[in-house]
């Protein structure tokens, strides 16, 4: 099974409802994920005390992969950026486990651990990595 990410536009517009009743809150954190996103080939969305969000990050940087990591813990703004990300994914609740860690490869949304996890088991997370610029075997 392969997961297909779509375009970081395609999940501004049609997931968060961009413009369409979303608190200014929720607003000024898409507006950061998307400057941020557009930075690295790689950006992973953390927490600094969070486990699963250690081994994505250790994942990657095995694979010979440099993500820009986000630690919304340590940012004083990291709150309305969870808060978009949890939106993003489609989570109900403001402190939803499983939310984080949350990568973007190549500006598109790859999803939360579950998701990187399965990409990486079923040979489709290389391929992103590639065609990225983010891994040259």
Not at 100 to 123: E, Q, W
Request: hydrophobic letters at 45%.
């Amino acid at each position: 099974m392969q997961y297909q990410t779509e375009s970081w536009g395609s999940y501004k517009m049609n997931n968060l409802g961009f413009g369409g009743g979303v608190g200014l809150a929720a607003d000024t954190g898409l507006l950061r994920i998307e400057s941020l996103v557009a930075e690295s080939a790689v950006v992973i969305f953390s927490v600094s005390t969070c486990c699963m969000c250690h081994a994505v990050k250790g994942l990657f940087r095995g694979m010979g992969v440099s993500p820009a990591v986000h630690e919304l813990d340590l940012y004083p703004y990291g709150g309305d950026i969870q808060r978009a990300l949890i939106r993003l994914l489609g989570c109900s609740g403001a402190s939803s486990p499983g939310a984080l860690p949350v990568v973007f490869i190549g500006g598109k949304l790859v999803g939360a651990m579950d998701r990187v996890m399965a990409s990486h088991i079923n040979g489709s997370l290389v391929p992103l990595l590639k065609d990225a610029g983010a891994l040259w075997l």
